[in-house]
């Protein structure tokens, strides 16, 4: 476990709990958006996509962005080995995406890379891309993937409802999945755990499990819902992410993220998830960067998450008071399993209109004591995968 770092000189809002947390990251994540020019309009999505007009200038500018966001964090934290850095958009491989311009995606790859050389070349840095998947062009992108040395890993985000306009758009995407698949890359499948998701998956259990058997998932990465204008039609209760999590359980479905977190933190009782804080460069500016998620990643006011502490919500104490925040309301410091347990998005969980009740990471911890079978057979399912360590 982390070393536990002290909040005692940290400004936090007054009335706001400090919470000490467990930190020394060996790990950070960069995430840099290229533009929101989009091939899709997920209803879900937390862009807009009104500027659809790419910035060119502000592309070349993302090196030099990334680079100094990346000194900032080995400074304040000497112990990251490596970074990811993870691309994205809008939709960055979209057909319509010129050749000049995935060009450039690779100028941005190379000079982060030489910077980081020259001044930290004992820090790793790997790129990796999240895409929706709806293009065919797919060997041009491999190509591309292969030319510039990005870590052989693709997030894919697949949702069943409010992504797709057509059964035919969706298929493209489950197609894009297999083939890389096929090429030996590492594909990570992205659903966002909103209401209507989890009703369409508990539905549809054998589409679900296609993305594994026939589409060539490795991984099913489950993301919490950032809370948009439709939130009271997506918003996922307590007792929605206790089904999701105990029918993955039931069905041994231990290659979805949140269940393999949840059984190794059970299994050896420490925090097991990556002590990272994902930094977001946003589109809208080119020289501001914040690791507010809320800021990035829902289109309502502040105020709805971080309610009469707002005004003094600081990019210096953001993640400790959003983190704080959240484990208040969800009652986690007196729970048996909060020293060990992944902890959710706290980012959905602050926001007014959540409810807590009964936390479903909680009864999934439970109900894992109470079934051994389940850590028999993913002890079993551990000895024979070569992807999950």
């Not at 057509?166 to 659903?191: H, L, P």
């Not at 489950?222 to 359980?249: A, M």
């Not at 050896?268 to 501001?288: A, D, G, N, R, Y």
């Amino acid at each position: 476990m982390g070393k536990l770092i002290s909040l005692k000189d940290m400004v936090f809002p007054k009335g706001c709990p400090k919470v000490e947390f467990y930190r020394e990251p060996e790990y950070c994540e960069i995430v840099l958006y290229l533009f929101e020019k989009c091939n899709l309009r997920c209803e879900f999505c937390f862009q807009e996509h009104e500027h659809a007009k790419i910035n060119y200038d502000y592309i070349r500018h993302l090196p030099n962005a990334a680079f100094a966001l990346m000194a900032k964090e080995l400074k304040a934290h000497p112990t990251i080995k490596s970074f990811d850095i993870r691309m994205l958009g809008g939709e960055i491989f979209s057909d319509d995406i010129s050749d000049d311009l995935l060009e450039m995606y690779g100028d941005v790859v190379e000079e982060i890379r030489e910077q980081m050389e020259d001044y930290y070349p004992d820090v790793n840095v790997d790129f990796i891309c999240t895409t929706n998947g709806v293009w065919e062009n797919r060997k041009r992108i491999k190509k591309f993937l292969e030319k510039y040395s990005f870590k052989k890993i693709l997030s894919v985000s697949i949702d069943f409802i409010g992504r797709y306009k057509s059964d035919k758009i969706k298929q493209i995407a489950y197609d894009t999945m297999k083939f890389f698949g096929d090429a030996e890359f590492f594909v990570r499948a992205g659903v966002v755990l909103t209401k209507r998701n989890i009703a369409y998956i508990l539905e549809h259990a054998d589409e679900f499990k296609d993305l594994i058997r026939k589409y060539k998932a490795e991984q099913i990465v489950f993301n919490y819902y950032s809370p948009n204008e439709q939130w009271e039609l997506d918003l996922p209760s307590d007792e929605d992410l206790w089904n999701i999590y105990k029918f993955c359980l039931d069905e041994r479905m231990f290659t979805v993220s949140t269940i393999f977190y949840l059984i190794e933190a059970y299994r050896q009782q420490k925090f097991f998830t990556k002590t990272c804080e994902c930094k977001f460069i946003p589109t809208l500016t080119e020289t501001s960067c914040t690791k507010d998620c809320v800021q990035t990643a829902s289109p309502l006011p502040r105020e709805r998450f971080y309610g009469k502490y707002t005004n003094e919500v600081t990019e210096e104490n953001v993640s400790d008071v959003k983190a704080s925040l959240g484990v208040v309301k969800r009652g986690c410091l007196g729970c048996d399993h909060y020293e060990y347990c992944p902890q959710p998005c706290w980012c959905m969980v602050i926001f007014d209109g959540y409810k807590a009740t009964n936390c479903p990471m909680k009864r999934a911890f439970n109900y894992i004591k109470e079934h051994p079978e389940i850590m028999k057979d993913y002890e079993e399912w551990m000895q024979k995968s070569v992807n999950f360590s």
